[in-house]
């Protein structure tokens, strides 16, 4: 075990890698000497040269297409997308030609590409630097979207999401890049399986499925819960596509309480697919309260701080939403 | 420039064979007897035969959304494909992908897209990856002109130029993205201009023309194996039918049509074959009867191959 930042287990993962498999590359803009917008490669560039470490211009639509040309081909990229905001210019690449080259080639193709991409408000940067896409991600069969909320799960999916055949899209979060944490990276291949929930937190009463740094607002919701007297258990599903389902299903016929939290804007996002996979499942007879869901306001992400805070669901806001499933039971 | 006796007597075969696959095609779609959408290349069989007859083994295609002279000319098997666009289970994709997404990774054959512009950024991936793996092998990235009025070409291009990868983009200039004529969608005459802002080369060649394509094919890969980094090659040429089988072709007049169909590029060929004393009238007659037999025989084959089952649904979403 070494302690370590969000942020410095993704450069573990992507060098130990790199070392691994001579065919692992990796790709984006100023991810060379400047060490990516948020400081992740450092240093890479220097341990495997400029052929391994490519720095790209300005063009997120060949950034992705080349990552799908050349896994197709025999290469396994891991490319960088500055802001996941910036996947809207990538996403013919990603949706049309990396998600179904498989499945309309008749299985005949295989792309082994990572998409890492930082996701989430919460710095200043407003509405185009901000947003939370990663149900976008989910709706195209073909694709995989990791979401991890600790150092060590970023470390160990990571690694996975490098080994897997499929195109892949790993969320990271802004804000979480300088949390630190133990990650097991003296255990000789820490994986962690790619559609496998943690279960962040056992409880009794209350079931909250989060991911992403929503995470750590719902533990903390869940300590001051605890001092009241109410057991809340938190799942994290770690990877959205697949999705860990049956860990779900468990939690919800345990406590008979089902709470999300999401932090993307709440029409279309996530936290309804994590529902209805609940509801539609034997768990629905285990309720005894209406699914509660905490999402993101429905707006642009705006710059002032305080509005901008407003934005995504707050602890106290977490606390009330368990108390009141708690009391209507 | 002169084409090796045999590599030419197998290009005017698949020319051919292009030509009566698309002919059957067009026969089928009118009979009900195939689905869904085609995009014909007939009038252009030596753009795309010849081109890719002119790759080494090894090197790579990526094919547009009118790419059947393409694949037969980089070499298929003409009842997997014949079949895939019968939507049958032993077609190229299992009936999963027909007309526009036939592909066979392992042969080299990248894929047909039906995406407009979808295959420049594949080609430049596929090129790293020769690149990186030091292979000598080329990607011949099939576009058409409309293609390089979208923002992927600026960006592929670029990029390609900047890390000087092995991939030649061919345009097939037929003068209409769909219906939409050339002088309307740029303001220039010659795509080919279009590589001086990359610093690459920019090569026109007559897309109906065998001879030229094959050299000029050959040069653009020689200066991309010599590590010289892509070229781009535009092909003069024209389709003889409508963008897709729903096309009136309003857009253009029949006179301009018969002049195109008078520069047949198998037509010249032909000529050139019994001209040169390759092989007398006769024996060109005979290769003509076997491509239409063998198109025959493919679509036979495919006509009485199973229809993928229905628990093949799912499989192959991930790998």
């Given at each position: 075990?070494?302690?370590?930042?969000?942020?410095e287990?993704i450069?573990?993962?992507?060098?130990?890698?790199?070392?691994?498999?001579?065919?692992?590359?990796?790709?984006?803009?100023?991810?060379?000497?400047?060490?990516?917008?948020?400081?992740?490669?450092?240093?890479?560039?220097?341990?495997?040269g400029?052929?391994?470490?490519?720095?790209?211009?300005?063009?997120?639509?060949?950034?992705?297409?080349?990552?799908?040309?050349?896994?197709?081909?025999?290469?396994?990229?891991?490319?960088?997308?500055?802001?996941?905001?910036?996947?809207?210019?990538?996403?013919?690449?990603?949706?049309?030609?990396?998600?179904?080259?498989?499945?309309?080639?008749?299985?005949?193709?295989?792309?082994?590409?990572?998409?890492?991409?930082?996701?989430?408000?919460?710095?200043?940067?407003?509405?185009?630097?901000?947003?939370?896409?990663?149900?976008?991600?989910?709706?195209?069969?073909?694709?995989?979207?990791?979401?991890?909320?600790?150092?060590?799960?970023?470390?160990?999916?990571?690694?996975?999401?490098?080994?897997?055949?499929?195109?892949?899209?790993?969320?990271?979060?802004?804000?979480?890049?300088?949390?630190?944490?133990?990650?097991?990276?003296?255990?000789?291949?820490?994986?962690i399986?790619?559609?496998?929930?943690?279960?962040?937190?056992?409880?009794?009463?209350?079931?909250?499925?989060?991911y992403?740094?929503?995470?750590?607002?719902?533990?903390?919701?869940?300590?001051?819960?605890?001092?009241?007297?109410?057991?809340?258990?938190?799942?994290?599903?770690?990877t959205?596509?697949?999705?860990?389902?049956?860990?779900?299903?468990?939690?919800?016929?345990?406590?008979?309480?089902?709470?999300?939290?999401?932090?993307?804007?709440?029409?279309?996002?996530?936290?309804?697919?994590?529902?209805?996979?609940?509801?539609?499942?034997?768990?629905f007879?285990?309720?005894?309260?209406?699914?509660?869901?905490?999402?993101?306001?429905?707006?642009?992400?705006?710059?002032?701080?305080?509005?901008?805070?407003?934005?995504?669901?707050?602890?106290?806001?977490?606390?009330?939403?368990?108390?009141?499933?708690?009391?209507?039971? | 420039?002169?084409?090796?006796?045999?590599?030419?007597?197998?290009?005017?075969?698949?020319?051919?064979?292009?030509?009566?696959?698309?002919?059957?095609?067009?026969?089928?779609?009118?009979?009900?007897?195939?689905?869904?959408?085609?995009?014909?290349?007939?009038?252009?069989?030596?753009?795309?035969?010849?081109?890719?007859?002119?790759?080494?083994?090894?090197?790579k295609?990526?094919?547009?959304?009118?790419?059947?002279?393409?694949?037969?000319?980089?070499?298929?098997?003409?009842?997997?494909?014949?079949?895939?666009?019968?939507?049958?289970?032993?077609g190229?994709?299992?009936?999963?992908?027909?007309?526009?997404?036939?592909?066979?990774?392992?042969?080299?054959?990248?894929?047909?897209?039906?995406?407009?512009?979808?295959?420049?950024?594949?080609?430049?991936?596929?090129?790293?990856?020769?690149?990186y793996?030091?292979?000598?092998?080329?990607?011949?990235?099939?576009?058409?002109?409309?293609?390089?009025?979208?923002?992927?070409?600026?960006?592929?291009?670029?990029?390609?130029s900047?890390?000087?990868l092995?991939?030649?983009?061919?345009?097939?200039?037929?003068?209409?993205?769909?219906?939409?004529?050339?002088?309307?969608?740029?303001?220039?005459?010659?795509?080919?201009?279009?590589?001086?802002?990359?610093?690459?080369?920019?090569?026109?060649?007559?897309?109906?023309?065998?001879?030229?394509v094959?050299?000029?094919?050959?040069?653009?890969?020689?200066?991309?194996?010599?590590?010289?980094?892509?070229?781009?090659?535009?092909?003069?040429t024209?389709?003889?039918?409508?963008?897709?089988?729903?096309?009136?072709?309003?857009?253009?007049?029949?006179?301009?049509?018969?002049?195109?169909?008078?520069?047949?590029?198998?037509?010249?060929?032909?000529?050139?074959?019994?001209?040169?004393?390759?092989?007398?009238?006769?024996?060109?007659?005979?290769?003509?009867?076997?491509?239409?037999?063998?198109?025959?025989?493919?679509?036979?084959?495919?006509?009485?191959?199973?229809?993928?089952?229905?628990?093949?649904?799912?499989?192959?979403?991930?790998?």
């Open positions: 075990m070494k302690t370590m930042t969000y942020a287990a450069r573990a993962a992507m060098s130990e890698e790199m070392r691994r498999d001579e065919n692992v590359m990796f790709m984006g803009e100023d991810v060379g000497l400047y060490g990516g917008a948020f400081g992740i490669s450092v240093g890479m560039l220097d341990e495997f400029p052929k391994r470490v490519k720095d790209t211009p300005i063009s997120e639509a060949v950034i992705a297409g080349a990552a799908a040309g050349a896994a197709a081909t025999g290469l396994r990229p891991i490319m960088e997308i500055m802001f996941s905001d910036f996947f809207t210019i990538s996403m013919d690449a990603l949706v049309n030609q990396a998600a179904k080259m498989r499945y309309m080639f008749g299985g005949k193709a295989q792309v082994p590409m990572v998409c890492r991409t930082p996701g989430g408000s919460g710095t200043g940067a407003a509405a185009q630097h901000s947003q939370s896409l990663e149900a976008w991600f989910c709706h195209v069969p073909g694709i995989k979207v990791v979401t991890p909320s600790t150092p060590a799960d970023a470390y160990g999916l990571l690694k996975a999401s490098i080994r897997d055949n499929n195109p892949i899209v790993f969320i990271e979060q802004k804000l979480l890049y300088r949390t630190s944490g133990e990650v097991p990276v003296d255990q000789d291949d820490f994986i399986p790619l559609g496998l929930a943690d279960v962040k937190r056992e409880g009794t009463d209350v079931t909250i499925v989060t992403g740094r929503m995470v750590q607002r719902a533990l903390e919701a869940a300590e001051i819960a605890a001092e009241k007297g109410i057991s809340v258990e938190v799942v994290d599903p770690r959205l596509q697949p999705l860990d389902k049956d860990t779900i299903i468990k939690s919800v016929e345990k406590t008979g309480k089902l709470i999300v939290v999401v932090e993307a804007a709440q029409t279309g996002s996530y936290a309804g697919e994590i529902i209805a996979s609940v509801t539609e499942s034997d768990a007879d285990f309720l005894d309260a209406p699914v509660q869901r905490l999402c993101g306001k429905d707006v642009p992400i705006p710059y002032n701080p305080t509005l901008e805070a407003a934005v995504v669901p707050q602890v106290d806001e977490i606390v009330a939403a368990i108390e009141k499933a708690v009391n209507r039971g | 420039m002169s084409i090796e006796r045999e590599t030419l007597l197998e290009m005017y075969l698949r020319m051919n064979q292009a030509r009566a696959f698309e002919e059957k095609v067009k026969w089928g779609f009118a009979r009900g007897m195939i689905h869904g959408t085609t995009h014909l290349s007939i009038g252009q069989e030596a753009s795309g035969v010849a081109s890719c007859m002119a790759l080494d083994k090894g090197d295609a990526s094919l547009s959304h009118r790419g059947h002279s393409a694949a037969i000319g980089f070499g298929v098997d003409l009842n997997k494909m014949m079949a895939e666009l019968l939507g049958r289970a032993n190229y994709c299992k009936g999963k992908g027909g007309s526009m997404h036939i592909a066979d990774i392992e042969s080299g054959n990248l894929g047909a897209n039906g995406i407009v512009g979808g295959g420049f950024s594949i080609s430049v991936g596929a090129a790293l990856t020769q690149q793996q030091e292979t000598g092998n080329v990607v011949l990235c099939f576009s058409g002109d409309g293609a390089t009025n979208e923002g992927s070409f600026h960006e592929s291009l670029n990029l390609a900047i890390w000087k092995p991939v030649i983009f061919y345009i097939e200039n037929n003068l209409y993205a769909m219906s939409n004529p050339i002088e309307k969608s740029m303001n220039i005459t010659d795509i080919a201009d279009r590589a001086a802002s990359y610093g690459m080369p920019g090569v026109i060649c007559d897309g109906n023309d065998v001879f030229d094959y050299q000029t094919i050959q040069e653009a890969a020689k200066h991309c194996r010599d590590g010289k980094g892509p070229v781009l090659v535009e092909s003069k024209y389709r003889w039918d409508g963008h897709s089988k729903s096309d009136a072709q309003a857009y253009r007049t029949m006179e301009e049509r018969k002049e195109w169909m008078a520069k047949d590029p198998i037509l010249r060929l032909r000529n050139h074959l019994i001209e040169e004393g390759i092989k007398t009238a006769e024996e060109v007659d005979a290769i003509d009867t076997k491509a239409k037999q063998d198109i025959e025989d493919a679509f036979e084959f495919a006509w009485n191959s199973p229809e993928p089952d229905v628990s093949t649904l799912m499989e192959d979403v991930y790998a």
